[in-house]
């Protein structure tokens, strides 16, 4: 989030008798409550219930740093130390990858479009992304060091129908990554 508040959109409903509920719709918060609710009551409401997905949403887009240290974690589990990486980060200019890797100096960059993807598909494009510290080819040496990961073939599955949904062009070599 930025530092500007949030745009907030508050819907009253007549058959809402106690629940609120909320969820995020583009750059808005929809925040939905009982029609007969105070302005009070609504003011106080709006803002847990915002403060609530916010936190939430924060959960699931980790920092740089917490990037790093997971990566370095993915290191040690499936790569047995092998594969350190020098930086990890997000960026935003990578609109048809995932992520990418410059073995010269050991940086690994993911999209910031996997924020809010669940944690098992970054980490499947992180452990991707850290085979090609090994293996700077998709050979056949790359994808066993991939295949390490549990679950490798469902989050592959998953951003090749991400890609579909979003009418994003197929990769030519069935790598839904780089």
């Given amino acids: 989030m930025t530092d500007q508040e949030p745009q907030v959109e508050v819907r009253r409903s007549s058959r809402r008798r106690r629940t609120v509920s909320a969820y995020r719709d583009g750059d808005r918060f929809v ?36 990037l790093m240290a997971r990566a370095r974690q993915l290191n040690d589990e499936i790569f047995g130390g092998l594969a350190l990486p020098e930086s990890v980060r997000w960026v935003v200019n ?23 993807m669940p944690t098992w598909v970054i980490d499947y494009v992180l452990v991707h992304e850290l085979a090609h510290l090994l293996e700077p080819a998709h050979d056949a040496n790359f994808w066993a060091w991939v295949d390490r990961f549990p679950r490798a073939e469902r989050a592959k599955g998953y951003l090749i129908g991400w890609s579909a949904s979003a009418n994003m062009e197929p990769p030519d070599d069935g790598d839904p990554v780089d």
Avoid: F, H, N, Y
């Fill in 31 to 66: 925040v939905m409550i009982p029609a007969t609710m105070s302005k009070k009551d609504e003011a106080s409401w709006v803002a847990k219930m915002v403060a609530r997905l916010e936190k939430a949403e924060a959960r699931k887009r980790p920092s740089d740093d917490q």
């Fill in 94 to 116: 990578q609109r048809s990858r995932w992520g990418s890797c410059t073995p010269g100096d050991r940086s690994i960059r993911l999209s910031e479009r996997l924020q809010g």
